[in-house]
């Protein structure tokens, strides 16, 4: 009998002291971790209120917490990486001109040799796009948009476009990535809207408020989007997760998971220790 692949494991550099990415993302990289994910907000508004998680009444993070850009900072892990794959977790799509995206993008998915993982989201801070002179309620549009030039930037010899948000003659577009069709597109959030939009436009899916132990009761709806469209592959589907246990592998793998962010570690200083006792109990689970 074919054996079923295991769950790939990811970890997120958003848990850890910013003085700590580059170390943990290296042992990570030689431990066999498949990804890093990397959060991002382009500027955070002193004054700010909702979250993105479901029944919380205030932002997870101040607003004075370190932010990197996250290309520059993904092509510098590229730098001193092999294989690990580099995401973002979730980039703001919709607040930058998809020039501006393309031409990042396709430059650490070429300076990496194709490693990016393009996670994506429509946002959630009203204030954040209010600051920066954009409108917050037609920003599920603006990103589709954006989506939708950048991949034609990344395959076609010339662009032109005529839309609701942009505008633009014959433009070239070179060089391109390394991935056929451009990084793949790993698409945020858990409304219906963005399930929709992950089964028409996403590689992957990064709900935020589903992980391994109970994503399974939304599965459904992204499967049903999928056959309502006629999408025959489903995408790949990221979550946060304790694992503990091969049956919380083999659990999250059974809910439709495809690749588990973890975080076997309580504080930063104890990471690339807690990324060995993982990597050593789970072993089997790392060989190709």
Not at 94 to 117: E, N
Request: a negative charge.
């Amino acid at each position: 009998m074919t054996r079923v692949p295991a769950v790939k494991f990811a970890i997120t550099l958003g848990t850890l002291n910013i003085a700590r990415w580059d170390e943990v993302t290296v042992e990570a990289d030689r431990l066999g971790f498949e990804s890093v994910w990397l959060p991002e907000h382009l500027v955070l508004p002193v004054q700010m209120a909702g979250s993105p998680f479901a029944e919380s009444d205030h932002p997870p993070v101040p607003p004075d917490v370190p932010i990197m850009d996250p290309f520059s900072y993904l092509a510098w892990l590229a730098a001193l990486t092999q294989q690990i794959r580099l995401g973002t977790y979730v980039y703001n799509i919709g607040l930058r001109h998809p020039f501006t995206t393309a031409r990042a993008a396709a430059t650490v998915d070429i300076v990496s040799k194709g490693r990016l993982l393009l996670g994506v989201g429509a946002s959630w801070l009203r204030g954040e796009w209010e600051v920066t002179g954009l409108d917050f309620d037609s920003r599920g549009p603006r990103v589709d948009e954006t989506v939708g030039i950048c991949r034609r930037l990344w395959t076609e010899p010339v662009v032109e476009h005529q839309g609701r948000f942009f505008q633009f003659g014959p433009v070239a577009f070179e060089p391109k990535p390394v991935q056929a069709g451009g990084p793949a597109i790993h698409i945020g959030g858990d409304s219906p809207v963005a399930i929709r939009r992950v089964a028409r436009l996403g590689a992957g899916w990064l709900p935020m408020n589903y992980s391994a132990t109970t994503l399974a009761s939304v599965m459904p709806l992204l499967v049903e989007e999928c056959r309502r469209i006629g999408r025959e592959e489903l995408p790949e589907v990221t979550v946060g997760g304790s694992i503990d246990s091969r049956e919380d592998i083999e659990a999250a793998q059974s809910a439709g998971a495809t690749r588990v962010i973890v975080r076997p570690w309580r504080r930063s200083a104890e990471a690339v220790d807690g990324l060995r006792r993982f990597r050593d109990q789970f072993d089997e689970y790392f060989a190709s």
